[in-house]
């Protein structure tokens, strides 16, 4: 059972910029697809961005391409979500989310098998 915690939500406002934290319990965390989604109240979830094992690949929604990085930490089996730029719209509860195997670009969260219990962003204009 691999145990995921997420941190670094908050309030801000429109550009302005936060890092979310996701620490997971798993000693083999390299070997781990590590991705976040996000979850508007009333809305379905949905995929932001995954990150192969080894950090060197990555994939993102159209939505957040170029405001929003991800990236790991293997050392310290964390993986991290930078955003800047943030919008109004990016106003969600954000989950990360680990699966073994399948594809570092998995983009469907039926397809991850472990789940943080989410933290809030929230972007004022």
């Known amino acids: 059972q691999v145990r995921l915690v997420e941190s670094g939500g908050g309030l801000v406002q429109a550009g302005d910029s936060l890092r979310l934290s996701c620490a997971a319990s798993?000693?083999?965390?390299?070997?781990?697809?590590m991705a976040w989604f996000r979850q508007a109240p009333g809305k379905e979830r949905n995929f932001v961005a995954a990150?192969?094992?080894?950090?060197?690949?990555?994939h993102y929604a159209d939505s957040v391409k170029g405001r929003f990085t991800i990236s790991r930490e293997n050392a310290k089996s964390t993986v991290y979500l930078q955003m800047d730029t943030l919008e109004p719209e990016d106003t969600a509860v954000y989950y990360c989310?680990?699966?073994?195997?399948?594809?570092?670009?998995?983009?469907?969260?039926?397809?991850?098998?472990?789940w943080g219990q989410g933290t809030q962003v929230t972007v004022s204009s």
């Open positions: 989310a680990a699966n073994y195997g399948g594809t570092w670009s998995e983009d469907r969260w039926e397809k991850y098998d472990y």
């Open positions: 798993e000693r083999t965390f390299i070997g781990l697809i």
């Open positions: 990150i192969s094992g080894s950090g060197r690949s990555t």
